[in-house]
């Protein structure tokens, strides 16, 4: 009994039935228990991942028992190169998945969060990258076990690579563009911003190229994100709704200042829709024609910013007329001389 058991080639073979039978183990702990315990989670990730890394992750337990066995009889050479292969491929294949996996659900909190299709565009592109960044370094390393020397191929790789990049830069520069808005959440769908070039306007759309702005002229505005990433944009929603509203507007000089506060607070007092304890009247200029005044409020969101404005101004024009209090006309005054 003890000179079977001491016989190497009996000895693998107990290794992989043991390492056979250990899968089956597992494959009963997966299906009954583990999987119960998962599907009563919230997150549908880790019912994924199992799903889909169950069957190679339990292959390749079956294969390290093999690569045991082998080892114990003194095998060398191909049969070995050709297991570790496929120990290579199946550890490249769970790890590829699980990150793919992690990315689509970081990808999907993301488009909730921001109301946008980017990150779902950008999605197919991630994924492939991760794939074939682990096809290759699944194909260095079973290259490596055969003893094949990679450098020529990195070589032309690399050379592929500068050709491509310079043949998609636009496309690629749009695509990075899109992907630092992303990171660095510089606005939503539904936003109102201002471009560097004076354009203002609500976010209708984040695409994997351009972002699309409708301005209230109803016109719709297509801005590759490339360049889109580079522009100092004003973002009229951050850090929070409130924006404040400044009306200039003049007055005749002998016009006495504190009628004139008296005037411009009541008719914000009389506003509901105005922050009461945010609000000014200033002196700013000491015009040619008379006295140029600036009045301040805020109110809570920016989209009634503009028709608030525009109610305020008459509003004022009435007010300052019903307290006789003179807008100035422009005047000049010409010397003759004789």
Same mark, same amino acid.
């Given at each position: ?91 490249? *294949? ?17 488009? !909730? !969060? ?77 936003? !109102? ?68 506060? !008296? ?53 004022? *024009? ?21």
């Amino acid at each position: 009994m003890i000179e079977i058991i001491e016989n190497q080639y009996i000895r693998a073979t107990l290794v992989v039935i043991c390492f056979f039978l250990l899968a089956k183990i597992l494959t009963f702990f997966f299906e009954k228990l583990l999987l119960s315990w998962m599907k009563a989670t919230k997150s549908q990730v880790d019912d994924l991942i199992l799903l889909k890394t169950k069957s190679p992750i339990l292959k390749l337990i079956v294969l390290v028992g093999i690569k045991m066995g082998i080892d114990m009889v003194g095998l060398k050479g191909w049969v070995l190169s050709l297991v570790d292969s496929i120990m290579i491929i199946l550890g490249m *294949y769970v790890t590829a998945v699980v990150t793919s996996i992690i990315i689509e659900d970081w990808t999907n909190r993301r488009d !909730k !969060k921001n109301r946008s299709n980017l990150v779902q565009s950008l999605l197919p592109i991630f994924n492939n990258i991760v794939s074939v960044l682990f096809f290759l370094g699944g194909l260095m390393w079973v290259l490596k076990e055969w003893h094949i020397d990679v450098a020529p191929f990195l070589a032309s790789l690399g050379i592929a690579g500068v050709i491509v990049g310079f043949a998609m830069q636009d496309s690629l520069k749009n695509i990075f563009g899109g992907i630092s808005l992303i990171l660095d959440g510089s606005f939503k769908v539904n936003e !109102k911003i201002q471009l560097e070039s004076g354009e203002v306007g609500i976010i209708e759309d984040l695409s994997i190229r351009s972002t699309k702005i409708k301005t209230f002229n109803n016109e719709l505005l297509t801005v590759p994100n490339g360049k889109l990433a580079d522009m100092r944009i004003v973002n009229y929603a951050k850090p929070n709704t409130a924006v404040r509203v400044n009306i200039n507007f003049g007055v005749a000089y002998g016009t006495d200042i504190n009628k004139l506060r !008296k005037v411009v607070d009541k008719l914000i007092e009389a506003d509901e829709s105005i922050v009461k304890d945010e609000r000014t009247l200033s002196v700013i200029e000491l015009a040619d024609s008379g006295l140029s005044c600036q009045m301040r409020f805020w109110v809570d969101n920016y989209q009634v910013a503009f028709d608030k404005k525009v109610e305020m101004i008459e509003k004022l *024009y009435n007010a300052l007329n019903k307290a006789k209090i003179e807008i100035p006309f422009p005047t000049r005054t010409i010397h003759v001389k004789k």
